[in-house]
């Protein structure tokens, strides 16, 4: 077969199932993964009580290392079979790791059945999950890339692209409907393992798509002519002439996208919910609606990079992006900000609840305070207080929770905002896959790409969440301190501190985009 | 010009390289590991094992590389 892929040549009936077969599966990747962060919360109250302390240390190492460590193993495990054996077969492989690992954590019983096995099987298939997703993208993005003609490369690996955003997409939506679906009792109890549960329907049905299709045309020319390497991670990272390309790749591409891909998704939602307070549904609801807007973008800009160039669209998103995150997250603020909404006179309503603990001699009090506002934003403030009855106990500090329900113009701003922020990934991340396929030749394809781009965004983007809390933190500590000795406050602002990773981050990695990455699109037939 | 900028670029990016790496080290994992607790310690090793290795050997040899020039040939 001539690996010189015309247009005319490319069938483009078979050119729309590869794409569909790789996306499909990957998209269930990315959902299976993402479920595990969005039911953390019940996740920890089944398997990992946070007053066994070695069960806490297994959620922290579940946490941290199959977002950090995991992934970039399972891009260099994967990617030298993929360069060795094939990209089909490897993809295959990740996709029923990652079925079989979901699928049984949706089983396993809980800490209070099983004791101290039921974290450790958990933390063991959260690790297998990292490493199957450390191996598919890279090899669906090798697979669609070398099957595409050649001016469409962007435009054909957009659609794996989508993928990424989509699976978090789908998996806010399943969980809200099986939420909606059930009681919170019952949710807790059962619900929560049905999104795991269904992951097998879905993995089943892309396996049997997979499964039909055939290996890439430039993989099997590279095996007929004999050029498939004997160590793919030698000729890799051992020698010069591309190692720097897989330098070039992380430094001046894969991470500055990580931080603006998880700054605009994981970030926004963590800022809607934890900083400006906004009740869960709602902040989801804002977050799968700026999803649902911006998703197609990542197929435009992955066309646009085929007519304009990869670089061009990739740091226009990156430059924008650092540019105006800290007033759009300034705006985020505001708009949740009920001291600059004007509140319903004598709409005040107060509440005062008293429970006795059970098993216990101390009471609960909670005063619950609710507020309503011009714009139809309410505000809900629950005080809620331990008193103990035994004499000569001090009572324990009461605990404030603020939750915020948003009315309807200040809703559809926020989306805006966050859509704003979609769009910026989409920029960045749209024609992602076809600049890194570009960067190396077919015989260590699979395995050099994938190690740039897991390591870009497991953990440059993975640690975002954990830096910018702490940077935030830092500033809002000072603060305290400051006006404890009665001095002035360091810093104006301390909500958007944390927002200097990713400035910082994107800002060197912009830089190094600018002046070595090759702005012309390449061949990519060896 | 633009191979110039490049080179002297490279400087610029062991110096970060090395900056990253004692700022992950000396700033944020010996605390960690001061304040102890698994909570503190799984990031320390992690800052300390994976991320400041990879920063500052990753953002060094590409530097070298850098200065190297080695990144001429690309356009």
């Known amino acids: ?526 | 010009m633009m191979n110039a900028l490049r080179q002297i670029f490279g400087i610029v990016w062991i110096l970060l390289g090395l900056a990253a790496g004692y700022f992950l080290v000396f700033e944020q994992s010996l605390k960690l590991f001061e304040k102890g607790g698994m909570d503190n310690i799984v990031p320390a090793i992690i800052y300390t094992f994976i991320l400041a290795p990879l920063l500052t050997g990753g953002m060094c040899v590409f530097g070298v590389y850098a200065l190297q020039n080695e990144y001429k040939s690309i356009d």
């Open chain 1, 1 to 526: 077969m001539n690996s010189k892929l015309s247009s005319e040549q490319v069938d483009k009936k078979k050119l729309r199932k590869v794409i569909a077969a790789s996306s499909v599966g990957t998209l269930i990747e990315w959902y299976d993964f993402y479920i595990f962060g969005s039911l953390s919360v019940v996740i920890a109250t089944k398997f990992f009580p946070s007053d066994n302390p070695t069960a806490a240390f297994l959620s922290t190492l579940a946490t941290f290392a199959a977002g950090f460590v995991v992934r970039p193993f399972g891009a260099l495990f994967f990617g030298r079979l993929g360069d060795l054996i094939g990209r089909k077969y490897t993809f295959m492989v990740t996709l029923l790791i990652m079925g079989f690992s979901t699928f049984t954590i949706g089983l396993i019983p809980g800490y209070e059945t099983i004791g101290f096995l039921a974290p450790l099987l958990v933390l063991i298939l959260r690790l297998l999950q990292g490493l199957a997703l450390g191996g598919e993208y890279g090899g669906a993005a090798t697979y669609v890339a070398e099957h595409s003609e050649p001016g469409k490369r962007g435009y054909r690996t957009a659609w794996i692209q989508t993928t990424a955003s989509l699976g978090l997409f789908i998996s806010l939506l399943v969980i809200l409907a099986t939420k909606k679906s059930m009681s919170a009792e019952a949710f807790a109890n059962f619900g929560w393992r049905i999104p795991f549960l269904i992951s097998i329907v879905m993995v089943g049905i892309s396996y049997f798509i997979r499964k039909n299709m055939d290996e890439s045309p430039m993989f099997e020319k590279a095996k007929q002519e004999g050029k498939i390497v004997a160590n793919p991670l030698k000729e890799s990272f051992g020698k010069k002439l591309n190692f720097k390309f897989v330098l070039l790749a992380l430094f001046g591409a894969t991470m500055g996208q990580g931080v603006v891909w998880y700054t605009g998704q994981f970030y926004a939602l963590s800022f809607l919910q934890k900083v400006a307070n906004i009740e869960f549904e709602q902040s989801n609801y804002i977050i799968a609606a700026s999803l649902a807007g911006g998703t197609g973008f990542f197929i435009f800009f992955g066309w646009l990079s085929d007519k304009i160039g990869r670089k061009a669209v990739m740091l226009t998103g990156m430059l924008l992006a650092i540019c105006t995150y800290r007033p759009i997250y300034q705006a985020m603020y505001e708009a949740a900000d009920v001291s600059l909404k004007t509140e319903v006179a004598g709409s005040k309503v107060i509440n005062t609840d008293y429970a006795m603990i059970p098993n216990s001699v101390d009471l609960k009090k909670t005063v619950k305070t609710e507020l309503s506002y011009t714009d139809g934003s309410k505000l809900t403030l629950e005080q809620s207080s331990l008193t103990t009855m035994f004499p000569g106990r001090n009572p324990k500090k009461p605990e404030i929770k603020r939750i915020v329900h948003v009315g309807s113009s200040s809703f559809w701003f926020l989306i805006l905002l966050v859509f704003i922020q979609v769009l910026y990934v989409t920029m960045v991340y749209g024609p992602i896959a076809a600049f890194l396929v570009e960067m190396f030749p077919t015989a260590i394809r699979y395995t050099s790409m994938s190690l740039p781009y897991h390591i870009g965004n497991g953990i440059f983007g993975g640690l975002l969440p954990a830096v910018a809390t702490y940077l935030a933190a830092k500033a809002s500590t000072a603060n305290e301190v400051a006006v404890a000795a009665g001095q002035a406050i360091p810093y104006d602002k301390p909500y958007l501190e944390g927002l200097w990773y990713p400035i910082i981050i994107g800002g060197v990695c912009f830089v190094i985009g600018l002046l070595y990455v090759n702005g012309k699109d390449k061949e990519i037939n060896d």
